[in-house]
C-alpha cells in the first residue's frame, strides 16, 4: 500500500468519528432538553401537582372559621332558686322557751321557729337558715337518691364563752304532718360542719335533702348543735 493510500484511509476514518461524535452530542443534547421542559420520562420518580396538592394535612382548619357554639360565652352561671324566704331580708332573732317540748333534755326540741328567724338555742348559739336552694340532687354513694332536693345552708354563732365542737352537729330534714324523714345527699355542694368554733366565731354547714316540690309546703328542719341540748327546729313553707 502506498503512503498516499494511507493518507486517504486515515481521512476517511477520521471524518467517520466525527460524524459519530457529532451525533452523539446532538443525541445527548436532546435528552438534557426534554429534562428540563418537565416531560418526565415514564418510570422516574418525580412528583406532579396532584401529588403535592394530596401530601398536604387533610384537617388543616380554616383560619376564618368561627368558634363553636360549644366554647364559653363568657355569662355566668345561673345559681340555683332561692326558696321560702329571702335569705337577704330582715331576720328577727327568736328566743324559743328554755323549756323544750316534750320533755327537757337529750333528743328534745325547741319549739318550731320560722324558716327566717335566727334561733337563740341554749349557750348562747345562734343558729339559722342562711340560705335554701332548689336544686336537683346527685346520688354519688350507697343509699342516695338522685332528684330534686333542697340544698341548705345552716349558720351557727358562738356567743358562748366555751368553744364548740362542730364535729357533732347533726342537720335533719322532714316534710308533712308525720313528718316524713327526707333522705340525704351530698351532691351538689354538700359541706357539712368541721372542727372547733371559738367564742365570738361564725361558721356555715351546707347539706342537701331530696324533697320532691310537691312535698315543700311543710318542712321541718332539724339542727342539733350540741350534745344534751335540745334540738333547734325550723318549720315552713319552702315550697
Not at 39 to 58: H, L, V, Y
Not at 210 to 236: K, N, Y
Request: aromatic share 4%; hydrophobic share 35%; with cysteine.
Amino acid at each position: 500500500m502506498t503512503d498516499s493510500n494511507r493518507r486517504g484511509r486515515r481521512a476517511g476514518l477520521w471524518i467517520v468519528g466525527c460524524v459519530l461524535l457529532l451525533a452523539g452530542g446532538a443525541l445527548w443534547l436532546g435528552l438534557t432538553t426534554a429534562g428540563r421542559d418537565g416531560s418526565e420520562a415514564p418510570g422516574t420518580g418525580g412528583g406532579t401537582q396532584m401529588e403535592e396538592e394530596d401530601s398536604a394535612p387533610s384537617g388543616s382548619a380554616d383560619s376564618s372559621a368561627e368558634p363553636s357554639d360549644g366554647g364559653s360565652s363568657g355569662e355566668p352561671a345561673e345559681s340555683p332558686p332561692v326558696v321560702g324566704f329571702d335569705p337577704q331580708g330582715t331576720r328577727p332573732t327568736t328566743a324559743p322557751p328554755k323549756t323544750p317540748a316534750p320533755t327537757d333534755g337529750a333528743g328534745s326540741e325547741l319549739e318550731p321557729a320560722e324558716p327566717a328567724a335566727v334561733v337563740e338555742a341554749p349557750g348562747s348559739i345562734l343558729v339559722s337558715l342562711v340560705k335554701v336552694e332548689s336544686v336537683s340532687g346527685e346520688a354519688t354513694a350507697g343509699g342516695e337518691i338522685s332528684g330534686p332536693a333542697l340544698r341548705i345552708t345552716v349558720s351557727i354563732r358562738n356567743n358562748g364563752e366555751d368553744a364548740l365542737d362542730l364535729e357533732y352537729i347533726v342537720v335533719n330534714t322532714y316534710w308533712g304532718e308525720e313528718r316524713v324523714p327526707a333522705g340525704s345527699v351530698m351532691q351538689p355542694g354538700g359541706a357539712p360542719f368541721r372542727g372547733s368554733l371559738a367564742p365570738g366565731e361564725d361558721a356555715e354547714g351546707v347539706y342537701l335533702f331530696s324533697v320532691a316540690e310537691a312535698d315543700r309546703e311543710d318542712v321541718a328542719i332539724t339542727v342539733d348543735h350540741q350534745v344534751g341540748e335540745p334540738i333547734v327546729v325550723f318549720r315552713g313553707d319552702l315550697s
